[in-house]
């Protein structure tokens, strides 16, 4: 666990042992506070002058700057060295992460649940970084560097103050190991109740239509009734078994001590300032003791949070073996050659969503691909992408093996509008939607790409016009709407190959025929593939037909040879019309 949390924070490693360098000046010169009072005694027994005492104020004030100096060094090498360059660190490394997964870890992986983890886990890791450096490492130096003197005045009472450290220390680790199952469960809660949390809040009106709001709230206060019942069992062990043996140790070992210097002071061994100055040693011992245990104690609580952040940064990201960045002629064709895919480990016939799966796209050909819902459409896209790996099989695009492409490249070659729910619409602007895949877009080809996808005039009658803001996920506009923004976004685009996933589905009859109008311009020199139910749309643009059934090809060809075949296509037309 430690090792994990210590590589979590590796830029930082050396950054840590300046602090360290830090700390150690620092302690050493506050060790000097604890001896003023001791040297006063002993000055005064031996009747110095008064100027001494001028000199020894004076020398104090110095003293006083120098410490305060230091104090501000360690104060600020913690804010600006550690804190916020640690925080900006484990941000930034967890967005990189989340952009660097594929889309099978995303699928597998709750966005509420990775959002929370990624929050708290940061946190959690600076509050640990925060306890070390603020309270741990001078609690640790100060106990090291008050021992050397103790060593000397008061040997015996020196070892005793080790036996004790060394027995403190081993109970506060052992409850922390004993306790650490409960900090896993309770953790587990915590990102359900992350999940929960993000789910009230996206599904509020289905909530409220169905007015289950009471149930969630149950299904909410369960949750929360889980982390008490967690945290009362640690803490129950906490306080009524670790702290209680804990106390008993140091109480034992005061009394042992004070044995001691009674006879250490009978003996004339030690003098009075000696007394004075050891007594504040281990005070100051025993206090960093208890210091010491509760900051230990507060950083296991943050520790599960912590490592659960760092198993995450430390999954390995897919490995880009491909290395083809560009080749040449343009547009480029799709081939597909007996491919197999399931979504979910290895290909099987029962839990493939496609089966010997074979599709030619000429290059600059319009290919529709039809079919009932669930029949693997949308698969298609996911495996000529790569956003998902297919099992079997062969996959090219422009006639180079889509695993020899760079990875990001051959997404480069991509636009595409995805179906309706899928379309991902920013919480900005109109324009800022439309402009995302080529932000330095000019105003003219932002307007050109919304007039072709049916959206301009819309645009120009809202108040703002392109600088409308559209809400969280889009709420302000209809879904038609967002279609036509996801079709723009795609046309500005400008990719070699199209793929529109029922791009038109939810777009009014008119709109639709209006960019049915349009379509041709938008397809002109590029590759496309356009997925669709209302088969009206796609028998006059398409140049061949590929109709879809249970993860299989089941006909191809023009409308006119299809209806002729009398098969799926031409019953699904025979419905539509
Ligand atoms: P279509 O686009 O033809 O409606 P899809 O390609 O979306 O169909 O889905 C094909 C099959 O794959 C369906 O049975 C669907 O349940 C399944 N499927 C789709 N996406 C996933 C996923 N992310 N994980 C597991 N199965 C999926």
């Known amino acids: 666990m430690i090792k994990k949390i210590w590589s979590l924070l590796a830029p930082f490693h050396r950054t840590f042992l300046v602090f360290v360098f830090i700390a150690v000046l620092y302690e050493t010169v506050q060790l000097g506070n604890s001896y003023v009072i001791s040297l006063v005694v002993t000055l005064f027994g031996s009747g110095i002058a008064p100027l001494i005492w001028i000199l020894l104020i004076l020398g104090l004030l110095v003293f006083d700057e120098i410490n305060m100096r230091l104090d501000n060094a360690f104060d600020w090498h913690i804010i600006a060295k550690q804190s916020h360059p640690i925080f900006r660190h484990l941000k930034l490394s967890a967005v990189s992460k989340f ?17 929370g983890k990624v929050g708290d886990g940061v946190w959690k890791t600076l509050e640990i970084v925060d306890v070390m450096s603020w309270e741990f490492v001078p609690t640790v130096v100060q106990t090291v560097i008050s021992l050397i003197p103790l060593f000397f005045i008061s040997p015996w009472v020196a070892l005793i103050a080790i036996v004790t450290f060394v027995l403190f220390a081993w109970l506060t680790i052992k409850g922390n190991a004993e306790k650490e199952p409960f900090r896993a469960k309770r953790q587990d809660f915590y990102e359900e109740e992350w999940n929960k949390s993000i ?15 009471d149930r969630l709230l149950e299904d909410q206060a369960k949750i929360h009734d889980g982390i008490i019942g967690e945290a009362l069992k640690e803490h129950r062990l906490g306080v009524f078994k670790y702290n209680r043996w804990r106390i008993r140790i140091l ?10 210097w009674i006879l250490q002071l009978t003996q004339g061994t030690l003098t009075i300032a000696a007394l004075i100055f050891v007594s504040v040693l281990v005070e100051r011992l025993f206090s960093s003791f208890w210091r ?17 952040l760092a198993d995450l940064l430390g999954e390995e990201e897919p490995l880009e073996t491909g290395t083809v960045r560009e080749i040449s002629g343009q547009p480029l064709g799709i081939s597909l050659q007996d491919v197999c895919f399931a979504y979910d480990g290895d290909y099987t016939e029962e839990d493939g969503a496609l089966h010997d799966f ?31 790996r297919c099992q079997k099989g062969l996959i090219q695009v422009g006639g180079v093996d889509i695993n020899d492409w760079d990875g990001h490249q051959l997404l480069e070659q991509f636009s595409y509008v995805p179906q309706g729910d899928d379309v991902y619409i920013f919480d900005e ?61 795609a046309i500005l685009a400008d990719r070699p190959i199209l793929i529109l996933d029922e791009a038109t589905s939810a777009v009014d009859a008119i709109t639709e025929n209006e960019i049915q109008t349009s379509m041709r311009t938008i397809l002109t020199g590029k590759t496309a593939i356009v997925i669709a139910h209302r088969l009206s749309t796609v028998w006059g643009l398409a140049n061949k037909i590929v109709v879809m059934d249970n993860g299989k090809k089941v006909e191809e060809g023009t409308h006119q040879q299809l209806v002729l075949q009398n098969g799926l296509y031409a019953k699904m037309v025979s419905l539509q019309t």
């Open 99 to 115: 952009l660097k997964m594929n889309m099978a870890w995303h699928h597998k992986h709750n966005s509420g649940t990775l959002v």
């Open 199 to 213: 789910a009230s809040v996206q599904s509020v009106e289905t909530n409220l239509m169905f007015g289950q709001q």
């Open 251 to 260: 109480t034992v070992a005061r009394r042992i001590i004070l044995a001691i």
């Open 292 to 308: 010491f245990a509760r900051l230990l104690d507060r950083a296991a609580q943050n520790s599960e949070g912590a490592k659960r």
């Open 358 to 388: 074979s599709l030619e796209v000429e290059p600059g050909q319009i290919v529709a691909l039809v079919g009932p819902s669930g029949a693997g459409k949308t698969t298609i896209r996911k495996i000529v992408t790569r956003l998902a």
């Open 429 to 489: 602007t109109i324009r800022y939607n439309i402009a995302f895949p080529c932000p330095e877009a000019t105003d003219e080809e932002v307007e050109r790409a919304a007039k072709l996808a049916g959206i301009l005039d819309f645009v120009l009658n809202l108040k703002d016009g392109f600088h409308t803001q559209v809400g969280e996920r889009g709420v302000r506009l209809s879904g038609g709407q967002k279609q036509r923004v996801a079709l723009a976004r």
